[in-house]
């Protein structure tokens, strides 16, 4: 059984950086992403990773969030991370991890995806 579980989020001043994971256990797969889902707003993808270390980004991210994976044998090791930096107001979000065991590309596109997390939450002020 799959399970992905976040972790890191928190508040911080515009400007920061904040680390996320998620810890993907049973599951050592090809496609693992981030969304994100601020107030009032859709839920988007925002970055992407494979098992060839093939990264994608959103726009709105790129050049300031690096996403990146553990790939362990041991499938209750596998991790996701993300690190992100320069942050502003508008990164205040809710912050999903999301997997696919085989979708390639590796592309954070929402109904692509097999298992999510619930979630964490990330707020900056400025």
């Known amino acids: 059984q799959v399970q992905l579980v976040e972790a890191g989020g928190g508040s911080v001043q515009a400007g920061g950086s904040l680390r996320l994971s998620c810890k993907a256990s049973?599951?050592?797969?090809?496609?693992m992403t981030w969304f994100r889902q601020a107030p009032g707003q859709r839920r988007g993808g925002i970055a992407s990773?494979?098992?060839?270390?093939?990264?994608?980004?959103?726009?709105s991210v790129k050049g300031r969030f690096i996403v990146s994976r553990d790939n362990a044998r041991d499938k209750s090791k596998n991790k996701l991370y993300l690190q992100m930096n320069s942050l502003t107001p508008e990164d205040t979000a809710m912050y999903y991890c999301?997997?696919?065991?085989?979708?390639?590309?590796?592309?954070?596109?929402?109904?692509?995806?097999?298992?999510w997390g619930k979630g964490t939450l990330v707020t900056i002020s400025s």
């Open positions: 990773i494979d098992s060839d270390v093939a990264t994608h980004y959103d726009d």
């Open positions: 049973g599951f050592n797969g090809y496609c």
């Open positions: 999301a997997a696919a065991e085989y979708n390639d590309p590796c592309f954070s596109i929402e109904l692509e995806m097999e298992y």
